[in-house]
């Protein structure tokens, strides 16, 4: 039986009579042929089988992969699960696709210490997206000499940085409730450490948060509130390790069986505050008549569903990473992009009645 030989990049050359630079400049510099050469070269290898010059051999080559890492602090299906993730991952492959490069997702659950996975990741740099200042994969990440970008947190030097304002983000839903009469609230809050807590959090540690970002909107609540004679002491704030919107409904229930006559729960995400609306709901309670809900971030559902809301711009963080770490080589300097956000007041949020009138009648 008679094997035909594949195809070389020199067999290709010498079949084309032109030489090899010319033949790996239509895969690698395109710019430098013109369109009809360059068709004529793929044309002739799609027909002696030529698969075109091996990633591999060109990386050790170039010393570049050609790949940007993201590294996520959740397991890989949280990227296509999560709204806001869905959102920033979109904006990331948009910065990537504009430069030509390709995309590595590196999952780093919270509860695995295995760090391989980043020691692994043939990538020529890493978008590190929201993960606690202790993380081990954060660590070796930085241990690696390529560019690193981080979103959102841990907050570091010399390091370049995207993402919001988030005290003063969320101030703004702090003064829109003390302007509405609110004093008696809780709060549902995402992780706010590697460790897994479901339940009530004291104030040691909200001032101890790993996650810079959870830290940040609970310092601007305790602050603001604190401005309206509100001792943060005596607010209830309860703990989810994971972020879906069953969290969010079991910690609302946590908060109103403790106080009923809370008038208002300020969740830190709209994955959360989506679950608080199903609580008050499946309790009888109205939006906001009976209980004021506002959530974080602005995904399409919470919009739909009326919540009131920060909206920030999750698609435009994921490109602003990727366009930073594509850029790294140019500056010598950590930049720090800090993206505007925007209050939504929706229907979720108004004046509380009188607590003898809401649970007593008139």
Known sequence: MHVRRPATLASLAAELGVSRTTVSNAYNRPDQLSPELRRRVLETARR???PGPDPVARSLRTRKAGAVGLLLTENLSYAFRDPAAIGFLEGV?????????GLLLVPASPEREDVAAVHRAGVDGFIVY???DDDPHLAAVLERPVPTVVVDQPELDNVDRVGIDDRAAVTQIAQHLIELGHRRIGVVCMRLARDRNDGFVTVDRQHAA?????RARLEALATAFAA?????TTVPVVERFDHNTACGSSAAAQLLDRDPHLTALICTSDILALGALAEARRRGLRVPQDLT?????????AERAGLTTVR??????????????????????PRTVTLSTELVIGTSS?????????????
């Open 312 to 333: 920030q711009p999750v698609l435009e963080k994921g490109r602003a990473a990727g366009k930073l770490l594509v850029n790294a080589a140019d500056h010598t300097r």
């Open 293 to 301: 809900i506002t959530g974080f971030d602005g995904i399409p559902e």
């Open 93 to 101: 492959a948009l910065a990537c696709e504009d430069s030509g490069q």
């Open 130 to 132: 929201s993960v606690p």
């Open 210 to 214: 790993h996650f810079h970002v959870q």
């Open 350 to 362: 108004a004046a509380p009645r009188m607590s003898e009138e809401r649970w007593f009648g008139p």
């Open 228 to 232: 309206a004679n509100v001792d943060w």
């Open 48 to 50: 002696l089988g030529y």
